[in-house]
């Protein structure tokens, strides 16, 4: 049972584009999600995180928006560069519970 | 700040054989640190969670007495692959987090591809 979701495996945009990476949940009692940004043979880089008593957070060119009701969130990278190119992974965790859920990723291709 | 250390960085060896992967949380003490593997085009899965100066929690279906976990200091975890078979072969990724609130961020070690022939 996939309780975080990572829908599409890859994605393609243009360079100076707005990229947004998309992460579907099922656990409600999810409450703090991250973003984490991987290239090959190398471990996970902390990127953004949102609480679930926000809707947004932004840092620099990444923002992360958080809909509670449909349990969806995005992170939206503009512009995009050719560095930003890796696989992305969306993350959960329940506030009694340090464990981090996560989803089988996104990998983002940023073309020139 | 929060650099976390993975050695070694590949290992290749013969089936059989134990492999020790050691974590160091360089500039931090880290309480809690996390053990992953990653399959090829698949997620994270965490193995074990360890803390500092108790027995590691294992995740169902992972067997403790192949994979063995110590964390004798707030800055080192090791992770011993025990009697290693081909199926073992896998990325291997450490994590530690840094403080002691729960949803704290954690920092990740660039991991450790095993392969074992």
């Known amino acids: 049972d996939q309780q975080v979701k990572q829908n599409s495996p890859s994605l393609s945009v243009q360079e100076g584009r707005i990229s947004i990476l998309n992460c579907d949940y099922t656990?409600?009692?999810?409450?703090?999600f991250l973003w984490y940004k991987k290239y090959p043979a190398e471990g996970p880089t902390f990127l953004i995180s949102i609480s679930s008593i926000k809707d947004k957070n932004e840092d620099g060119r990444f923002t992360v928006f958080l809909n509670k009701s449909a349990k969806h969130l995005s992170l939206h990278i503009v512009p995009s560069q050719p560095g930003d190119s890796a696989v992305y992974f969306c993350?959960?965790?329940?506030?009694?519970?340090?464990?981090?859920?996560w989803g089988a990723g996104t990998k983002l291709i940023i073309k020139p | 700040g929060a650099v976390v250390s993975q050695h070694p960085s590949w290992v290749i060896c013969k089936s059989g054989t134990s492999v020790k992967i050691e974590c160091r949380s360089l500039d931090f003490q880290a309480t809690t640190m996390f053990w992953y593997r990653q399959f090829p085009k698949q997620s994270l899965m965490l193995m074990a969670t360890s803390n500092e100066g108790s027995k590691a929690t294992y995740e169902q279906g992972v067997e403790k007495d192949k994979f063995l976990i110590n964390h004798a200091s707030l800055t080192l975890s090791t992770l011993t692959v025990t009697s290693a078979h081909p199926e073992d072969s896998s990325f291997y990724i450490c994590s530690a987090r840094t403080g002691a609130r729960l949803n704290q961020p954690q920092h990740f070690g660039d991991g450790t591809r095993l392969s074992i022939l």
């Open positions: 656990n409600s009692m999810f409450d703090y």
């Open positions: 993350a959960a965790s329940a506030d009694s519970n340090y464990q981090l859920i």
